[in-house]
T-cell receptor
Framework: NAGVTQTPKFRILKIGQSMTLQCTQD?????MYWYRQDPGMGLKLIYY???????DKGEVPNGYNVSRSTTEDFPLRLELAAPSQTSVYFC???????????????FGSGTRLTVV | AQKVTQAQTEISVVEKEDVTLDCVYE???????LFWYKQPPSGELVFLIR??????QNEISGRYSWNFQKSTSSFNFTITASQVVDSAVYFC??????????????FGQGTTLQVKP
């Protein structure tokens, strides 16, 4: 059972380049999330999905896009990378908090992205 | 609106000291979950505890203990007899569980704990 797998672990992008951060989970979780972590700021929600075909914006969605064509995959797309997107990105998945117990989150190991 | 505040940005203690990390939350919901995560220098997020809003019992797990007080909207975390391996960033987080909820986790800013030998 792999849990949540994120790739790549590290990446350096030049300003204006694009890339996709991959996230895959094998727990059949309906809910998936992308967070970014900046120093001293905690984790902030970028986008989330409550099921295949359903996505919505979180707190800091500008500059990102997502898709959820399958239950397992939730890729995060960066278009026209900017230095402000330098951060550590975490993908997470969870059960529904109302229907499933135990309720909790599984996080990927993170992607450290630097935009120069 | 949901909010989690960890007022302590950094704490430094000497090994074997006890240390308490504070967490204050805001929510208008009556049903919610509170979490603590540890982020060691390696960077991954390690789940420590989940508490639902209907369970105010304090919990102890080895050297770790948690004090949940709804009256003050606090969910504090105490490490007894701290060790160097406890050095990490600790996050408190909140998730509401009402119908239609998206399960979003709201994180505090984190507290960096340094335990010196």
């Amino acid at each position: 059972n792999a849990g949540v797998t994120q790739t790549p672990k590290f990446r350096i992008l030049k300003i204006g380049q694009s890339m996709t951060l991959q996230c895959t989970q094998d727990m059949n979780h309906n809910y998936m999330y992308w967070y970014r972590q900046d120093p001293g700021m905690g984790l902030k929600l970028i986008y989330y999905s409550v099921g295949a075909g359903i996505t919505d914006k979180g707190e800091v969605p500008n500059g990102y896009n997502v898709s959820r064509s399958t239950t397992e995959d939730f890729p995060l797309r960066l278009e026209l990378a900017a230095p402000s997107q330098t951060s550590v990105y975490f993908c997470a998945s969870s059960y529904s908090p109302l229907r499933d117990t135990p309720y909790g989150y599984t996080f990927g190991s993170g992607t450290r992205l630097t935009v120069v | 609106a949901q909010k989690v505040t960890q007022a302590q940005t950094e704490i430094s203690v000497v090994e074997k000291e006890d240390v308490t990390l504070d967490c204050v939350y805001e929510t208008r919901d009556t049903t919610y979950y509170l979490f603590w995560y540890k982020q060691p220098p390696s960077g991954e997020l390690v789940f420590l505890i989940r508490r639902n809003s209907f369970d105010e019992q304090n919990e102890i797990s080895g050297r770790y203990s948690w004090n949940f007080q709804k009256s003050t909207s606090s969910f504090n975390f105490t490490i007894t007899a701290s060790q160097v391996v406890d050095s990490a960033v600790y996050f408190c987080a909140l998730s509401e569980a009402r119908s239609g909820n998206t399960g979003k986790l709201i994180f505090g800013q984190g507290t960096t704990l340094q335990v010196k030998p």
